[in-house]
């Protein structure tokens, strides 16, 4: 398998997977009116494919560790459990906090959603595996939270209608921050081995991880679709049928890219170069870049107050100090 050997590359794949995991959302912009619970079976299937498709590729070339399906038929059951897991808790929050978003606005679920995710997941993540400086980390963490924040108070001003904040937006919030800073400790835990058992390579765990939210897409979204928290009306099955192909299209490869980034964090994780901590806070530096999509791309902000794009500067300013925290606080001059 292809395994990075080099911090810099490394730190590569991070930022490569914040890109994709802050990207794969243009996707669903690009099918007006199509419903998320329907777009989420093409999402799905783009995830498998390209979980099968790297691993395949990247996952059995090179000269280190085992072939992919090598890997995956000597990989523990236990291993192969904590990896699922992973897979179903991810899937179960970020649906939950696509309903959040509807219900409340971006400017009330990805502070609350991403920023208690990112905490949660950092302290976790370093609890299980303690890589890197904790006060660079730790400090860069709190400067993306801020940042988290600023970008909320900017989609707050660009509003012209304050939406109100309801308690079920902001429970929904809550329950996917959660749940989204609890995944990752169960991808680590696979990726780590046990001390009776190998650890599998990145893209098996990958792989494991794919199966995880496959299984656990089947009865969540259909629930959602049966009973949207989003108060909207249910969705009719049979309207996935009858969508265009370039609605589906443009599913799979949401489901592709944020695949490709998900790949590229474990493999930067599971080389060891890194610990967990520092791959999972680079990796959801992805609000940052999907805020870039929305002002340079989709111009959400176009015609805006100019206190919305002082708080966007002032964003960019913090996201850019606390990735910088981040990124070098593995490296070994500053871990003594």
């Known amino acids: 398998m292809l395994l990075p050997h080099t911090y810099q590359a490394a730190l590569f794949l991070m930022i490569l997977s914040m890109c994709c995991w802050g990207s794969w959302a243009n996707a669903l912009k690009l099918c007006p009116g199509y419903r998320f619970q329907l777009f989420y079976w093409d999402y799905a299937i783009g995830m498998a494919l390209a979980v099968v498709a790297l691993g395949l590729t990247a996952g059995s070339m090179g000269h280190t560790g085992p072939r992919l399906w090598t890997d995956v038929a000597q990989t523990a059951p236990i291993l192969v459990f904590y990896a699922a897991l992973g897979g179903a808790i991810f899937n179960v929050a970020n649906l939950l906090l696509v309903a959040a978003i509807d219900v409340a606005g971006l ?4 502070p609350v ?46 509003e012209t209608t304050a939406r109100a904040t309801t ?100 493999v930067a994780s599971g080389a060891h170069l890194v610990g967990p901590a520092v791959s999972y806070t680079i990796g959801q530096g992805a609000t940052m870049v999907s805020a870039c999509w929305g002002i ?39 871990t003594h």
């Open 167 to 266: 308690t079920r937006g902001i429970v929904l919030s809550l329950v996917a921050g959660v749940l989204m800073g609890c995944f990752y400790p169960f991808v680590a835990r696979a990726l780590n081995g046990l001390p009776e058992q190998p650890a599998p390579g990145p893209y098996a765990v990958s792989l494991f991880f794919t199966a995880g939210l496959l299984l656990s897409t089947v009865p969540a979204n259909w629930l959602l679709m049966a009973k949207p928290l989003d108060g909207k009306p249910p969705v009719d099955g049979a309207d996935y049928a009858r969508a265009s192909f370039h609605w589906h299209l443009a599913g799979i490869l949401g489901g592709a890219i944020w695949c490709v980034g998900g790949v590229a964090n474990f």
């Open 113 to 158: 959603g991403i920023g208690l995710a990112l905490v949660i997941g950092a302290v976790s993540n370093y609890a299980i595996t303690p890589v890197g400086n904790p006060l660079l980390l730790f400090g860069g963490v709190a400067l993306v939270v801020v940042a988290i924040l600023l970008d909320a108070a900017a989609y707050r001003k660009r």
């Open 296 to 334: 340079f791309v989709w111009h959400e902000f176009a015609g805006t107050p100019r206190a919305a794009k002082t708080l966007l500067f002032l964003m960019f300013i913090f996201f850019l100090f606390g990735l910088g925290a981040v990124a070098v606080a593995p490296l070994p001059q500053f």
């Open 107 to 110: 400017a009330v679920a990805f």
